[in-house]
């Protein structure tokens, strides 16, 4: 199901995106104004991202096998972080690029009865493919318990980047329209060249953010203290178990988690059976109370440390 509302979400931000690439391409083009022709090449950016949102979805979908004994879902962090380059290529490079060339040799804007009505349908599209992310990241943190910033944080990565860049988009239309305006009303058309570098910085911004969460998933990020913290109550609470030594997790995707714990058992002749049933007892306790851990592996000491339960 999230998964369904996840393709939903980058199909819709794509076509969106695409619709509005070419409305301010031509707009930017007749009018000649520097900020709608970086909003364009932000259009055009995001558009490709989708493609690289899309494909992180489905190939992080692929079973399990022998060269990948996890899964595949770390493929999402990879095809993410490749959108996050492209939105500080494409995006931001082509914007302040413009930006200067404008500020150095300023040209007066034409067709202005082009450039609104295409700000205000990009508005539009923007906007409904903003409200469709959030509201799904709305779903999932109230699903989830946790307020709407901690899940954006901790959120399947194409369903981020569609907000963030989705946000992006619609700050940038209003610092787009804000840079015409201010150069027709003033006669100083260095005011549609500063609208394109302020555009090209505000994406360089979300791409440094994407980037350095999708590189934090991709080295290896636990989980959150507190959630470590609960499964260590959820082990240690467990009849026969002493305490746990040490507790390692690892995001493998979005929903799946691994979590590695070295515990200490009350008995020292507990045998292999018991430990065991003991390992099953847990597992299905954290599993209960955090579904995304999706390989416990328990390291029971005194005996044989290695062995392995899941």
């Not at 009303?185 to 999708?214: C, P």
Request: aromatic fraction near 4%.
């Amino acid at each position: 199901m999230a998964d369904e509302a996840s393709d939903a979400t980058v199909l819709l931000a794509g076509t969106a995106n695409l619709a509005i690439a070419i409305a301010k391409t031509v707009a930017g083009l007749l009018s000649g104004s520097t900020a709608l022709l970086a909003e364009a090449a932000h259009s055009v950016a995001d558009t490709l991202n989708q493609a690289f949102l899309l494909t992180a979805l489905h190939r992080s979908r692929k079973p399990a096998d022998n060269r990948h004994p996890f899964g595949y879902g770390m493929e999402r962090y990879f095809w993410s972080l490749l959108a996050a380059v492209g939105i500080l290529v494409l995006g931001a490079g082509f914007s302040i690029t413009e930006g200067l060339r404008s500020l150095l040799a300023p040209q007066p804007i034409a067709a202005l009865a082009v450039i609104y009505p295409v700000l205000a349908l990009s508005m539009v599209f923007e906007g409904s493919s903003w409200l469709k992310a959030v509201l799904q990241l709305r779903r999932e943190a109230r699903a989830a318990g946790v307020p709407l910033l901690q899940q954006l944080r901790n959120a399947e990565p194409a369903v981020k980047t569609v907000a963030l860049e989705d946000s992006a988009a619609l700050i940038g239309l209003l610092i787009a329209a804000t840079g015409v305006t201010l150069a027709v009303v003033t006669g100083e058309h260095l005011w549609d060249g500063a609208a394109s570098i302020a555009i090209g910085v505000l994406l360089i911004v979300v791409a440094f953010t994407l980037g350095r969460d999708n590189k934090a998933m991709l080295i290896g990020r636990a989980l959150p203290p507190e959630t470590q913290r609960e499964i260590r109550a959820i082990i240690a609470g467990q009849p026969g178990v002493d305490g746990v030594i040490d507790l390692l997790s690892l995001r493998l995707a979005p929903d799946q988690v691994l979590v590695v714990a070295t515990v200490d058992l009350v008995d020292s002749g507990t045998t292999g059976a018991a430990i065991e049933q003991l390992a099953e007892r847990i597992d299905t306790e954290v599993r209960r109370e955090h579904p995304t851990v999706r390989h416990l592996y328990l390291d029971p000491t005194p005996g044989d440390p290695g062995q392995r339960w899941s």
